[in-house]
């Protein structure tokens, strides 16, 4: 097994060279360049902290089409009821720090470290990356981000303080892709939560010639010339490869 390291410059391998586990690059930065180059070759920066940064593109893939979202009865009242305000993009940074400090119960730390709290809001300043935040009583209670690629919006994070919060945001930001001609949801790795909302794994294949059709471009073009380098350990991948995703 083997994969590529990086150079300077904000270019991908074709994420079909990938190892079987998704793993298709390491090293490089969390430019804006490059992170908007990755998103829209259907890549995603996942890595530890204090750990090299490591670069994704799995098969299959997790994704949600606006059109079949299922929200459960009860979602329905809690929406219905009112109980939570929903914001779009007021408080970017509050929710991607709330995704990283807010404990998850399946999970043992984070991946979004400061470094890629920073980065996220680099992209947000620049109308790439987005929130829908749901509030209660002048609190923020839940919200959900992600980046936005063409017509795919690949979801980064979630997190909840208050029950149904995030499904609400959830429910609210599926709502605005579906108005604004987005396509496609993408949930990234398997996770049961997005599953119970209507997501579905496609094949990596399908995935990438959706995303393609929707930015006007073949993510599979740019081949550079990389260098390889021996794969980390199976245990570090492992561990990054048991986490669900929200």
């Known amino acids: ?17 990938a190892e079987p586990e998704g793993l298709l690059a390491i090293g490089g930065d969390l430019s804006p360049d490059r992170l908007i180059a990755a998103y829209r070759r259907g890549i995603f920066p996942w890595y530890e902290p204090g750990g090299p940064i ?8 997790l994704v949600l089409f606006p059109s079949e979202l299922r929200v459960s009865h009860r979602l329905r009242r809690t929406i219905r009821s009112g109980r939570f305000e929903i914001r779009r ?11 990283a400090e807010t404990p998850r119960g399946h999970e043992d730390g984070t991946w979004i470290t400061s470094e890629m709290q920073a980065a996220y809001g680099q992209l947000h300043r620049m109308g790439v990356a987005r929130s829908v935040e749901a509030w209660r009583d002048g609190e923020l209670v839940g919200g959900v981000y992600g980046v936005l690629a063409g017509r795919c919006f690949s979801g980064e994070s979630m997190f909840h ?14 709502e605005d892709l579906a108005a604004e001609g987005v396509e496609m949801l993408d949930c990234q790795v398997r996770s049961e939560h997005m599953v119970s909302f209507g997501a579905r794994e496609i094949p990596r ?42």
């Open 89 to 99: 993009d007021t408080a970017f940074d509050h929710v991607v720090r709330a995704c």
């Open 161 to 174: 303080v208050a029950t149904d919060a995030s499904k609400v945001a959830l429910a609210a930001l599926v």
């Open 1 to 17: 097994m083997s994969l590529f390291r990086l150079g300077p410059d904000p270019i991908f391998p074709p994420p079909h060279l």
């Open 54 to 61: 490591l670069w994704w593109s799995p098969d299959p893939r």
């Open 205 to 246: 294949d399908e995935f990438l010639m959706r995303l393609a059709r929707g930015l006007g471009d073949d993510p599979a073009s740019a081949r550079p010339p990389v260098r390889r380098l021996a794969t980390p350990r199976v245990g570090v991948l492992g561990r990054l490869l048991s986490r669900e995703r929200p």
